[in-house]
């Protein structure tokens, strides 16, 4: 995968997640007595680490652009030219797990770690409680609400691909390796 086949979109997707957990790192690091210099140097470190792990995430399985290609075929697009049937079927596979029980665990968390957050809300010392206290609940609730609103509503067609991409694909094709 080359860092030039990432549109404007994948960046935005990238960085964004870069800046949340690089926020979540710096207020964390503020909790203890360390120079703020310091608090900051962990923040875009951890910012850093995580923008480097979705493009290593994004390789892993073929790239950005191939990720493009499948999230558009299950969206209703054409079937993406050049990608496998092995990556395809395995693609499929991971997009129906993520709208059938991992939709639920988000939303699961979500209420868990809110309901957690409540009583930091009022017994709160600072404002780093505050915030460590609803990141978990407020991150697992984008989560969930992306799953429910975006993916869940693809998951017919998901799973009819699914079918047919086994029907049609030879054993060669889906086996694990």
Do not use: K, N
Not at 15 to 37: D, E
Not at 112 to 132: E, I, K, S
């Amino acid at each position: 995968m080359h860092l030039r086949e990432i549109d404007l979109g994948g960046w935005v997707r990238a960085v964004a997640a870069a800046l949340l957990c690089g926020f979540a790192a710096a207020v964390f690091a503020s909790r203890f007595a360390i120079p703020v210099s310091s608090a900051v140097a962990v923040g875009i470190g951890a910012g850093l680490l995580v923008t480097a792990l979705v493009v290593v995430a994004w390789a892993a399985t073929g790239g950005y652009g191939t990720q493009r290609a499948l999230r558009a075929w299950v969206r209703g697009g054409p079937e993406p030219v050049g990608v496998p049937a092995r990556r395809r079927v395995r693609w499929l596979a991971q997009a129906i797990d993520r709208a059938g029980w991992f939709a639920w665990l988000a939303a699961v968390l979500t209420v868990l770690f809110l309901a957690l957050a409540v009583p930091q809300l009022f017994d709160a010392a600072g404002w780093q409680d505050v915030v460590l206290a609803l990141f978990p609940g407020v991150l697992w609730a984008g989560i969930a609400v992306q799953v429910f609103a975006v993916e869940r509503r693809h998951l017919p067609r998901a799973r009819a691909l699914y079918e047919e991409e086994l029907r049609t694909a030879s054993w060669q094709d889906v086996r694990v390796p």
